[in-house]
């Protein structure tokens, strides 16, 4: 399985960005749950949002509301759509795809996120 991430840039505050995942090397469908996660300078990183087959999606506290995160099981492509930027959302931001329950296996490469205040 590859992931591949692409979609950040710089924006300000208050921007929006949407990030793309293409998934290869199997069905999106047959992937339990996808998720996105980010990681800033000199903090840990972050899940930031996850989608699961069954349609349930959860969210890190601080972008609910803002981000939406959804699959294209056609396409073989997750979106993470992020609204109402923050400077606080710069960060490199990462696929990761979760063949066995509460673990990621398979991850992207990052794409990074700048948000200008």
């Known amino acids: 399985v590859q992931l591949q991430a692409c979609g950040g840039g710089l924006v300000q505050a208050g921007g929006s960005l949407r990030l793309s995942c293409t998934v290869s090397?199997?069905?999106?469908?047959?992937?339990?749950?996808m998720g996105w996660y980010r990681q800033a300078p000199g903090k840990q990183r972050e899940l930031v949002a996850v989608n699961i087959l069954d349609g349930t999606t959860t969210y890190l506290d601080s972008v609910k509301g803002r981000f939406t995160i959804s699959r294209d099981n056609a396409k073989n492509v997750v979106y993470l759509q992020m609204n109402s930027l923050k400077p606080e959302d710069t960060a490199v931001y990462y696929c990761a795809a979760s063949l066995t329950p509460g673990q990621y296996n398979y991850w992207g490469q990052g794409t990074q996120v700048t948000v200008s205040s």
């Open positions: 090397g199997r069905s999106l469908s047959s992937i339990n749950a």
